[in-house]
């Protein structure tokens, strides 16, 4: 038997038991309830059931406690021996004692059958779990010893294991000493070689090195001459087209005074000439008749020129006042000289 089988037979006892205790007690307090209330007062009737629930309570502390200390494999003493008895009689004396003074005797043998059962039970399920409690402490050692005989085997096998990993160990390790001698071995040959290699790669670059900076000086040396004779020519050329700049400037400079001078010159002859021309309208006196348009505008402007009056203007012209307005007006704006025109003519 396992131990699961062990724990269903457990149960099993367990729930047959409180089952026939809770039947015991609920048919204790529905027949010694009556009992109770005959023989006691009136006003103490409602008191009748504690009695049968005391007995019953004290009946399921005893089944309680009995089936721990049988779990357990312990043993209460004489004590738990006498309350269970003393339990199981009280609890069949109240049953019976209503039939028995009555003097019925089926009574008493129908009465009696729970709480018999309930003594027979509990001393019968007390024995289950002693036993169940022994078997399963033989179980439990019986596994233990089986468990102790599978580690010792495990602990064989793993020694012998580790023995032969030790040696396995032992002889890689010797392997990998000499392997690693042998690769120690190459490895300095190699490193000798490569070290000649390196020597010689950098006695060639340093070689390289030196000629590529004697290359690099000698064309660092060109390009500095060339720059140098770069910026002479530059030098000289910037000093020519100054030159040239300056000669060109003082060309143009007088070349602008001669054209100033002899504009100004051009100037002063057209005014001399304009004046002798409008000295010479002036000096002509009044029209006595209307003079030519094209005179009269060239007399009228030589008026306006002179800042001679508009009516002064027309008694030189021979022209009316309000044409020759007209002109002072298009002489002082020139833009609207157009439309004056238009009207004077009209």
């Avoid at 406690?65 to 009280?90: C, E, S």
């Avoid at 010159?265 to 002036?282: F, I, P, Q, W």
């Amino acid at each position: 038997m396992n131990g699961v089988q062990i724990r269903s037979a457990e149960r099993a006892l367990s729930v047959g038991t409180w089952l026939i205790v809770a039947g015991a007690m609920l048919y204790s307090i529905l027949t010694v309830t009556p009992l109770a209330a005959e023989h006691t007062p009136d006003e103490w009737d409602w008191t009748a059931p504690i009695l049968p629930l005391v007995v019953d309570a004290a009946v399921v502390i005893v089944v309680r406690l009995d089936a721990v200390l049988a779990r357990l494999g312990g043993h209460g003493g004489r004590w738990p021996v006498v309350l269970r008895w003393m339990t199981g009689g009280m609890t069949l004396a109240l049953n019976v004692a209503d039939s028995a003074l009555a003097k019925d005797l089926v009574g008493v043998a129908v009465h009696a059958v729970a709480p018999l059962l309930l003594i027979v039970t509990a001393e019968t399920g007390l024995a289950y779990r002693r036993a169940i409690a022994a078997a399963v402490t033989a179980l439990e050692e019986r596994q233990k010893a089986e468990r102790e005989a599978r580690r010792q085997a495990a602990r064989e096998e793993r020694e012998a294991a580790e023995r032969r990993a030790r040696e396995e160990r032992e002889h890689a390790a010797l392997l990998a000493r000499e392997q690693r001698d042998h690769e120690a071995r190459l490895a300095r040959e190699q490193a000798e070689r490569e070290e000649r290699a390196r020597r010689e790669e950098r006695e060639q670059a340093a070689a390289r090195e030196r000629a590529e900076r004697e290359a690099r000086e000698r064309a660092e040396r060109e390009r500095e001459q060339q720059r140098k004779e770069r910026e002479r020519r530059e030098r000289e050329e910037s000093e020519r087209r100054e030159r040239e700049r300056a000669e060109r400037e003082r060309r143009e400079h007088a070349a602008r005074v001669e054209q100033a001078e002899r504009e100004r010159r051009e100037r002063a002859e057209r005014e001399e000439r304009a004046e002798r021309e409008r000295a010479a309208l002036l000096a002509a006196g009044p029209a006595t008749e209307k003079l030519p348009e094209g005179r009269a505008h060239a007399v009228v402007r030589a008026a306006f020129d002179a800042g001679m009056p508009v009516r002064a203007a027309a008694e030189l012209c021979g022209w009316s006042v309000g044409w020759v307005s007209a002109r002072y007006a298009e002489h002082r704006n020139p833009g609207t000289g157009g439309a004056e025109l238009a009207i004077a003519s009209n």
